[in-house]
């Protein structure tokens, strides 16, 4: 079964310091990967996806996740947070079943603090 | 605002009951994805279904069951009640069935089980 390894449940900047929220995942094969945000008592609300193509996926608000198949990563960054930033982060990977479906699998949650 | 609905917003029952959750996906999606989100598990994908059918089948207990009606809304039961099962359950909703689509999360249904 995929596993999604999200490491540090809590991880703390300045504001206009760099964010990084490191995703890796366990499949040999490039699944599609996702990002979500999490803001208290409402429900995720996608930030990126990569599917094909280019691996440097940009998302939004100044987010971005570069998807590194040798090390079955997909970290997420933003070069300068912000107050708003604060909030709860997901990745999450998806497989292919095999009976065709697609099973989606979230890591633990990164809880993004930002400091002014 | 996602476009999804989901109701009751919160649920507070007894153990051994059974409840039901309601999901309303965004007009045009096809396809309905069950959570749920509690801090022993964080996020569990439960069930799927696209276009009225069983689509993929995630770590849903034998006491949960959903389905999705003609008009694409669809339901969670969840029977036999235990302490355990007081969790955020959430749906999403997609257009595709494959998840390339982006997923739509409504705001949830907290339950808690007394």
Known sequence: ?116 | DSGVTQTPKHLITATGQRVTLRCSPRSGDLSVYWYQQSLDQGLQFLIQYYNGEERAKGNILERFSAQQFPDLHSELNLSSLELGDSALYFCASSVWDDLRGQQYFGPGTRLTVL
């Open chain 1, 1 to 116: 079964a995929q596993s999604v390894t999200q490491l540090g449940s809590h991880v703390s900047v300045s504001e206009g310091a760099l964010v990084l929220l490191r995703c890796n995942y366990s499949s040999s094969v490039p699944p599609y990967l996702f990002w979500y945000v999490q803001y208290p008592n409402q429900g995720l609300q996608l930030l990126l996806k990569y599917t094909t193509g280019a691996t440097l996926v940009k998302g939004i608000n100044g987010f971005e996740a570069e998807f590194k198949k040798s090390e079955t990563s997909f970290h997420l960054t933003k070069p300068s947070a912000h107050m708003s930033d604060a909030a709860e982060y997901f990745c999450a990977v998806s497989d292919r079943a095999s009976g065709g479906s697609y099973i989606p699998t979230f890591g633990r949650g990164t809880s993004l603090i930002v400091h002014p």
